[in-house]
């Protein structure tokens, strides 16, 4: 879902990932805070930079843990999670799979914004407990409570993908079993949430709140994209659960010698038939995969002596597929991998090509027959 983000490690086996927005969020809210503690009190700079510090570390320590919890009661009921992303508006777990039932759906939706509240108890007890005794815990804690108070309260809001949106969403699912239908209210719903959002925002922005305004707006926009694209998610998997890679794999796949030159590939294979992918094959293996972004990838210059061996994926860097493997977990998988083709692979034999083309023909067909 995140490019451009690196692994930071693993928590109860689930992967860190943080994206390089959330490290412009992270100085953002270090500076905030910083300012906010030395207007209201009277502290050395250096221990006001560290309580700053200290409370913008721990409020993105309680986003991890809010999704903790999301990905940890998703994995108790086999769903599988891929990751766990922090950005800029917080953090984000990579689950692949929608959960079955619309009572696992309302528990791991909870299970973010209990966090939070539990975490803002905490906090509040720990404020209570030090405010006459050390001031700078006692000013992290207090704000640590009333942050994770306020993310728990915005997560319930019922615009869908928010957790008080899957929330609403379970609820829908769970009166009208059919799932489809209720992400599209949600999604409604939260769309609806953003649009006024945004309004609120440009309203602030013009009213002499500049930064509210744009950052509330900004969130706004973020939210609608989200919806809109959560529902043809949904859409999407239903149009391809049920049928399989065999069903529109490419089976007449023009496989190449290693030893064939750019300049001959170019002329007699990819200009002839306009073909963007080819296996490259000797014997009866496969030995690698060539795609034009390779080729594009050579100097014109060299394409005279440059052979596809030089050039290809080779074949144990290649993700593929068997041609039983169900459509929607193959176009996951290409998703994730960030590819436009998967070798299908059957007894260590090249059976053919799963382009992310036939993919979008199928769904595009499939809609529009209404089947």
């Not at 689930?14 to 009277?42: D, M």
Request: some cysteine.
């Amino acid at each position: 879902m995140f490019k451009s983000a690196f692994r930071l490690g693993q928590v109860l086996g689930i992967p860190i990932e943080v994206h390089v927005s959330w490290i412009l969020a992270f100085i953002l809210f270090t500076v905030s805070f910083t300012f906010t503690f030395r207007q209201a009190y009277n502290w050395p700079t250096s221990l006001t930079w560290v309580v700053g510090l200290a409370t913008s570390l721990l409020f993105f320590v309680s986003v991890l843990l809010h999704e903790l919890a999301h990905s940890v009661y998703a994995r108790s009921k086999g769903i599988p999670v891929r990751n766990i992303t922090l950005f800029i508006f917080g953090g984000v777990s990579q689950i692949t799979e929608e959960p079955k039932t619309a009572e696992t759906e309302f528990a791991m939706a909870f299970a973010g914004p209990l966090t939070s509240f539990v975490l803002a108890a905490l906090f509040g007890l720990l404020w209570f407990v030090s405010r006459g005794v050390n001031q700078p815990i006692a000013a992290l804690s207090r704000y640590l409570a009333i942050i994770n108070a306020s993310l728990g309260a915005f997560n319930l809001i019922p615009g869908f993908p928010l957790d008080g949106g899957r929330v609403f969403r379970s609820i829908l699912w769970g009166l009208g079993q059919n799932l489809e239908r209720a992400t599209r209210w949600a999604s409604l719903v939260g769309q609806g949430i953003a649009y006024l959002m945004i309004i609120i925002g440009i309203w602030q922005f013009f009213s002499g709140n500049t930064l509210n305004g744009l950052w509330l707006a900004f969130i706004g926009w973020f939210l609608d994209n989200a919806a809109q694209s959560s529902y043809q998610q949904v859409a999407t998997q239903r149009l391809l659960t049920g049928h399989t890679v065999q069903e529109i794999m490419n089976r007449d796949c023009t496989a190449l010698s290693p030893s064939l030159t750019l300049e001959a590939l170019v002329n007699d294979h990819i200009l002839a038939t306009g073909r963007r992918c080819f296996p490259v094959v000797e014997g009866d293996a496969l030995q690698g995969l060539l795609t034009i972004h390779n080729v594009k990838q050579v100097p014109r210059e060299q394409w005279a002596t440059t052979t596809v061996h030089e050039v290809m994926i080779p074949a144990d860097q290649l993700k593929t597929v068997p041609p039983d493997q169900g459509l929607w977990p193959a176009l996951q998988e290409m998703t994730a991998e960030g590819v436009n083709q998967l070798p299908v692979m059957e007894n260590r034999r090249l059976v053919g090509i799963l382009a992310r083309d036939n993919v979008l023909s199928f769904i595009r067909t499939r809609a529009e027959l209404g089947v």
